[in-house]
């Protein structure tokens, strides 16, 4: 199985302030690496595709970039509704996996 | 607009089964492939299963294998989770959701909607 790994696991951050999570996989995904955010008591949303692919309707903020086993998703210009917790997820291979999460908090 | 409904979360027993349901609509469903993932309380996502179009594949994970089925209706846009021999560590709310792939038939699925969400509780 391939493991996904985050760091942090939870940060805190002002709005405005530039953020960047990182996930790396257990072994090389190439770029079949997907970022989601979840919201308490809600479902998770997907934000990013294919590591750098912004899904529709997602604000252009939100970026990711990375390959092979090291991807970062980056948050630039953090706004209000963007306290939440946010996953990667590998689908090169069964079984998907998720990476442990990593919660943004308010500072 | 696209749009999942869960149903047939509850409160079971260990040893027990049940039925989760989901209902889509706003999209072709029976193009595409169709994901449950569950979080039990407080901690972070699992992919259970997957059913590819018209049910040519399954995949199940590891956790759920030998007791967990999935099954589609195209004609009722409607996908199934069976899940038997319940076990306190089944306790989660478990997601349906649309899962899409860029390479062909392959499950290289990322979940691009998802449902509201649906609390099973396993306990005696």
């Known amino acids: 199985d391939i493991q996904m790994t985050q760091s942090p696991s939870s940060l805190s951050a002002s709005v405005g302030d530039r953020l960047t999570i990182s996930c790396r996989a257990s072994?090389?995904?190439?770029?079949?690496l997907n970022w989601y955010q979840q919201k308490p008591g809600k479902a998770p949303r997907l934000l990013i595709y294919?590591?750098?692919t912004l899904q529709s309707g997602v604000p252009s903020r939100f970026s990711g970039s990375g390959s092979g086993t090291d991807f970062i998703l980056t948050i630039n210009s953090l706004q209000p509704e963007d306290f939440a917790t946010y996953y990667c997820q590998q689908n090169a291979d069964i079984p998907l996996t998720f990476g442990g999460g990593t919660k943004v908090e308010i500072k | 607009e696209v749009q999942l409904w869960e149903s047939g979360g509850a409160f079971v027993q260990p040893g027990g089964s049940l039925r989760l349901s989901c209902a889509a609509s706003?999209?072709?469903?029976?193009?595409?492939?169709m994901t449950w993932v569950r979080q039990p309380p407080g901690k972070g996502l699992e992919w259970v299963s997957s059913i590819g179009p018209k049910s040519l594949a399954t995949y199940y994970a590891d956790s759920v294998k030998g007791r967990c089925t999935v099954s589609r209706d195209d004609s009722k846009n409607t996908f199934y989770m069976d899940l038997s021999s319940l076990r306190d560590d089944d306790t989660a709310v478990y997601y349906c959701?649309?899962?899409?792939?860029?390479?062909?038939?392959?499950?290289?699925?990322?979940?691009?909607?998802w449902g509201q969400g649906n609390l099973v509780t396993v306990a005696s």
């Open positions: 706003g999209f072709a469903f029976r193009n595409y492939a």
């Open positions: 072994q090389s995904v190439t770029n079949f």
């Open positions: 294919s590591a750098t």
């Open positions: 959701a649309r899962a899409s792939s860029l390479v062909g038939s392959t499950p290289t699925y990322f979940f691009d909607y």
